[in-house]
């Protein structure tokens, strides 16, 4: 099974304050559902709860919480404990890849087990993040693919779509 991780991050690596984006970026949005639809997502519970506690639509949604039973009654969301339970589930269901779209912990669990990263670099600095993405080492990982973004009317900063892969 392929595990990917998508994630948005600066190029301080921050990625969150207070449980919520830094940035608005519709293309990424629309990016993320693409890349996403028809797949397994992985979620950490802040991140879950980030979203607005509901699962998104077109996707097997998995949340990995240390408290199940506060979400095992949100309709279409399964709960697991650990990242290889979500797998496990995402293997049993049929799924070919399965996706973490976070949060930090999620992402640091995972990052040496992955296949690719579907990075959207967000081209500025937040100094005010609280939460942040573990640097890509590219020892390990090969930028293959890169489709860079000015800003513009909708887009307050520029961004780049940057996919890495595992060197063999």
């Not at 519709?26 to 559902?33: A, E, G, R, S, V």
């Not at 973490?100 to 087990?113: A, D, F, K, L």
Request: glycine fraction near 6%; charge should be negative.
């Amino acid at each position: 099974m392929k595990v990917s991780i998508v994630v948005a991050a600066a190029e301080d690596n921050a990625i969150g304050k207070d449980n919520q984006l830094l940035w608005k970026l519709p293309n990424d949005m629309k990016f993320f559902k693409n890349l996403t639809w028809g797949m397994s997502v992985v979620m950490g519970r802040k991140t879950f709860e980030s979203i607005g506690s509901k699962a998104l639509p077109g996707r097997l949604n998995i949340v990995i919480t240390r408290q199940p039973a506060l979400y095992k009654h949100h309709e279409g969301v399964k709960v697991v404990s650990t990242v290889q339970e979500a797998i496990d589930i995402t293997e049993k269901e049929g799924y070919k890849e399965v996706f973490i779209i976070g949060g930090s912990e999620i992402y640091n669990q995972t990052v040496e087990e992955v296949d690719t990263i579907y990075l959207t670099k967000v081209h500025a600095s937040f100094p005010t993040a609280d939460t942040y993405f573990t640097a890509i080492d590219t020892t390990i990982f090969a930028l293959i693919s890169e489709d860079k973004h000015l800003a513009d009317e909708k887009h307050s900063y520029a961004y780049s779509f940057e996919t890495w892969k595992r060197k063999s």
